[in-house]
């Protein structure tokens, strides 16, 4: 009814972003069962880990808007896991690459401080980031180099909002 309404030219964006959509779920789980080896070597048990629970959006850049691209350090074993992730997808769609936008989408995560019940929350990803430094009990110039990275994306996100 839409197309009909106001015609295919209108609609063939929104068309293939759906499509982009419903492909990601299909190529993440063709991804998610290539063996593992096409990465050759082993990989590490928090590497391993990260990649079971990373789930990837497709979006082709040329119908979906302008994505902003901002800088983020990420821990080693989710770096690794995004890599093993872009391998096995350039397998299986060559060749085409993916574009990975560290901070886009949500990251889900249990806290736990001291011994209490872990609570379970969902941040963004420089969130994450920075949280993540403390997890390993890095040195605090570390988790202040993350609090700076993360502050400044977060003085960034904060002055879109207030345009």
Not at 20 to 39: E, F, I, W, Y
Not at 78 to 86: G, K, R, S, W
Not at 95 to 106: A, D, V
Not at 145 to 150: G, R, T, V
Request: charged letters at 20%; aromatic letters at 6%.
């Amino acid at each position: 009814l839409l197309k009909i309404r106001f015609g295919d030219a209108g609609l063939h964006p929104c068309e293939v972003m759906l499509k982009d959509l419903a492909d990601s779920k299909r190529l993440d789980t063709n991804v998610r069962a290539l063996p593992g080896q096409l990465h050759t070597q082993q990989l590490p048990e928090g590497t391993a880990a990260a990649l079971l629970r990373l789930r990837a959006t497709i979006c082709s850049y040329l119908f979906w808007p302008e994505l902003q691209e901002h800088k983020l350090k990420l821990p080693a074993d989710l770096q690794t896991a995004l890599e093993v992730y872009a391998e096995r997808f350039q397998h299986l769609k060559a060749p085409r690459k993916l574009l990975w936008r560290p901070t886009m989408g949500l990251v889900e995560l249990a806290v736990t401080v001291g011994d209490s019940e872990p609570i379970d929350f969902r941040v963004t990803p420089v969130h994450a980031a920075l949280l993540l430094q403390f997890a390993d009990n890095s040195p605090a110039a570390q988790a202040a180099a993350a609090a700076d990275d993360a502050g400044s994306l977060a003085g960034i996100s904060l002055q879109q909002q207030q345009q």
